[in-house]
């Protein structure tokens, strides 16, 4: 048996509609944990599930369930980003994993640990095997990954892919943007913070296969609040469209002035449809800026709600520091009896 990792470990997992499947998971992820770090604590965020699971997780932070859990349960369903953040928000180890259990292979995370120990504040890694997606799924996101990398730099299933593991410090960094869980995907990998992206081959346990139209939604919303580059495509787009009107004007009114045989009317109709075609550019223009402005000013209310928290009954953590804390007080009663003797 390899000797424990001198760290403490948070590992987050979400889960929805998964009851049947929680108690032999967690009970084989802290088992793992046990052996691999010299502390940890295993955060659930319960995606809003409505079977059973809210039962079952209570049963397992019992005095007689598995020790240093804590559970976070949603009061709606959100996106799996915004799921993984409510347990990243509320972590307190000195590195923090992020995990799909049906979808990530957990025997990977040691190696992910070492390049974390070593230095790397981000470490990424990348399943080369994927669960099953329709074809339509699987178009879209490519078309997706490309108009990202497009308007960010990066290839975010492949630079960003979402198993992985985050320093303390990233954690903190990311809790300074003004909405950290609409950040969270993409800003590891764009915050200038050292990072190491692996890959493993592991059979995904997904039973179904990904559908084009679960993902639009959370595509299109990733999409277009992470960066400005689309909106700002549109005012460049209204810009164009008023300059290159402003200049067929030009052109018509140069027309109706060197040349006699123009037909009749149609100096007065070009001038009036490039007329108002600009007007319609410059309304755009000035709507996409006041957009944008006030996209960066908003301050919208949270995007979740945890509507249930509780924490197991046992916390290994907490009976080490009585240890500690007895210790002294252990050694001054000692001392005490041998004055009195």
């Not at 802290?30 to 997780?57: A, P, T, Y």
């Not at 190491?196 to 609040?225: E, F, H, Q």
């Amino acid at each position: 048996m390899t000797s424990q990792l001198p760290i403490f470990l948070s590992l987050v997992i979400t889960t929805r509609n998964r009851a049947d499947e929680l108690q032999p998971l967690l009970m084989e992820v802290s088992r793992m944990l046990g052996e691999l770090v010299s502390d940890h604590e295993i955060v659930i965020v319960d995606n809003s599930s409505d079977d059973d699971s809210l039962i079952r997780l209570k049963a397992l932070t019992g005095s007689a369930g598995l020790p240093n859990m804590q559970v976070y349960a949603l009061t709606k369903e959100v996106d799996s980003d915004t799921a993984s953040w409510v347990g990243l928000e509320n972590a307190l180890g000195d590195f923090v994993a992020v995990i799909d259990p049906i979808m990530d292979d957990i025997s990977f995370l040691p190696t992910m640990l070492d390049k974390a120990i070593c230095g790397a504040d981000v470490v990424f890694a990348s399943n080369e095997q994927k669960a099953a997606q329709s074809l339509a799924y699987q178009g879209a996101y490519a078309i997706f990954n490309k108009l990202y990398k497009w308007f960010n730099g990066i290839h975010l299933a492949k630079e960003a892919p979402q198993y992985r593991v985050l320093s303390k410090r990233v954690v903190n960094f990311i809790l300074q943007h003004p909405q950290p869980a609409m950040t969270y995907r993409h800003l590891p990998a764009t915050g200038g913070f050292a990072r190491v992206n692996l890959s493993y081959s592991a059979t995904p346990l997904a039973s179904k296969a990904k559908r084009l139209g679960d993902s639009i939604d959370r595509g299109m919303r990733l999409l277009v609040s992470t960066t400005r580059a689309p909106m700002r495509l549109v005012t460049s787009l209204s810009l164009f469209g008023a300059v290159a009107n402003l200049v067929y004007s030009i052109y018509v009114v140069a027309i109706a002035l060197l040349k006699v045989d123009v037909a009749p009317g149609w100096v007065s109709l070009s001038l009036q449809q490039s007329g108002m075609f600009f007007l319609i550019s410059l309304v755009l223009l000035v709507l996409g800026e006041y957009i944008l402005n006030m996209v960066s000013l908003q301050n919208e209310g949270p995007l979740y709600h945890v509507g249930q928290e509780f924490t197991s009954a046992r916390m290994t953590r907490r009976e080490k520091l009585n240890i500690e804390v007895a210790l002294p007080q252990r050694k001054e009663s000692r001392a005490t009896e041998a004055r009195d003797a």
